[in-house]
Nanobody
């Protein structure tokens, strides 16, 4: 599975961005998908995840601000980010794991910078 992220950019504090991740292949519907982020010098952390059954999880720092969603018909996953803060600045990565084969893939990442 190949993943391609888009939608990153520079935004002011309090602003919004919507990240998109396009997946190839025919296993998307049975896969779990997550968004991770990594700031230079820090460990990569999972921000949000959505299962094949659409169960979602978020880290505490983004609850109420970020929303993960998926469109199985289009093989797409999204991360709507509202009320962005400077500490949200990072490279955001899309991650997918096929529940049947357990194969996983990473996208190339998209930079999100929150700054005035």
């Amino acid at each position: 599975v190949q993943l391609v992220e888009s939608g990153g950019g520079l935004v002011q504090p309090g602003g919004s961005l919507r990240l998109s991740c396009a997946a190839s292949g025919n296993s998307f519907g049975r896969s779990g998908v997550a968004w991770y982020r990594q700031d230079p010098g820090k460990q990569r952390e999972m921000v949000a995840s959505i299962s094949a059954g659409r169960t979602t999880h978020y880290i505490d720092s983004v609850k109420g601000r970020f929303t993960i969603s998926r469109d199985n018909a289009k093989n797409m996953v999204y991360l709507q980010m509202n009320d962005l803060k400077p500490e949200d600045t990072a490279v955001y990565y899309c991650y997918i794991q096929d529940y049947l084969s357990l194969r996983s893939s990473w996208g190339q990442g998209t930079q999100v910078t929150v700054s005035s």
